[in-house]
């Protein structure tokens, strides 16, 4: 029985109208059936829809902060709740959605800024990876392509006459399959090759030839829609790269050799390495958008090079790698209020004091 009064539990709310009904890329998907799944149907799922209550998820608040370390990731869970119990008002099993009343306060939203490494870091780890990845890191540092990007990039993708790289797909891993997708937002995007990193590039391709790789595309489904690229990075099987592989065994060893984490201890595993949360490859990309705002790069175009849907997300993530921000107005109100601002007064204010010293000094009428 599923009556419309909302006496349905949570849990099969969820199981039976909401998750059939959502929708996104495979990515997103598994992300939202993770948080329902371990962190929202365990607490809440028994509950009857009209039975959730602002006490309910104020307790449960509290509950995630002490068990949940990454604020980001306890705002993700509740903003996926709030959606579901928005869609039970609009499917009229509630009156209104508990998450809006005033006295269930979301954690407070983390700085958003992000952070750099020092160019010489960067150029360290570029010179400790291993030949064959070393183009990697020069198309993160490089161009700001995210590791996906650079995974599913392909020689077509080079313009070398226009100076640019199209972004046109990514390479994804869902459950330990590998697939094509479209890049982050479904969108792709162009942007700027420094002539370093086209020569970089051209000596890659020399010394390791692009390899024709075959994946689904757009969700990696047995017997779906697969499509085939010639991609410039591959493992030395020439099949495309898993990230959280080449994170273990190629990015962490990096790090290591460079001193930016320490060397494996002594009878370790092969893959049990320091974590390095603030120094994973998307540091990369940081460390591109600093290089260009202090260099004195448009915010519009940064935006679009990293592919932000919005110049005001770069500005949020990136401002601080603007420290000369607010010079130029200052230097403009300092002419204007400072000597040549006296000077350009007394020419248009003539009976002002510096008008009138003006006029002193102004030989006599013959």
Partial sequence: MDPRDGSITLADYIAKHWAPGTGGVPKTQDNRERRTRLHIVPHLGQLPLRSITASDLRAYIAKLDATVDSVDYQRGILSELSSILE???????????????????????????????????????????????RIAVVLGLGCGLRQGEVFGLSPEDIDYARGVIHVRRQVQALKGRLYFALPKGSKTRTVDMPSS???????HVEAFPPVDVE???????????????????????????????????????????????????????????????????????????????????????????????????????????MPEAGSKG?????????????????????????????????PAAT
Avoid: C
Avoid at 93 to 108: E, F, G, I, Q, T
Avoid at 197 to 203: C, F, N
């Fill in 87 to 133: 869609a039970a008002v609009d499917d009229k099993r509630l009156a209104r959605n508990p998450m809006h009343a005033k006295s269930v306060r979301w954690p407070k939203a983390p700085e958003e800024r992000r952070e750099a490494w020092p160019l010489e870091r960067a150029l360290r780890v570029r010179d400790a990876i291993s030949p064959r990845n």
């Fill in 330 to 362: 200052r230097t403009a109100i300092d002419r204007l209020l400072g000597r040549e601002g006296h000077e350009r007064a007394s020419r248009h204010f003539p009976d002002s004091p510096q008008g009138s010293r003006r006029r002193e000094q102004l």
């Fill in 197 to 203: 990193v086209a020569e970089d590039l051209k000596r």
């Fill in 215 to 321: 994946l689904p595309w757009g969700k990696p489904e047995v017997g779906g829609q697969r499509r085939k690229f010639s991609l410039l990075l591959t493992t030395r099987f020439g099949n495309a790269i898993a990230v959280n592989t080449w994170n273990t065994y190629t990015w962490k060893p990096a790090l290591a050799k460079a001193g930016i984490i320490p060397p494996r201890p002594q009878g370790a595993k092969q893959w049990q390495w320091a974590a390095a949360p603030k120094d994973g490859f998307h540091v990369l990309r940081h460390t591109y958008a600093s290089i260009m705002l202090e260099a004195g790069e448009s915010v519009v175009t940064l935006a679009r090079w990293l592919g932000h849907s919005s110049p005001a997300i770069t500005l949020r993530y990136y401002a601080h790698f």
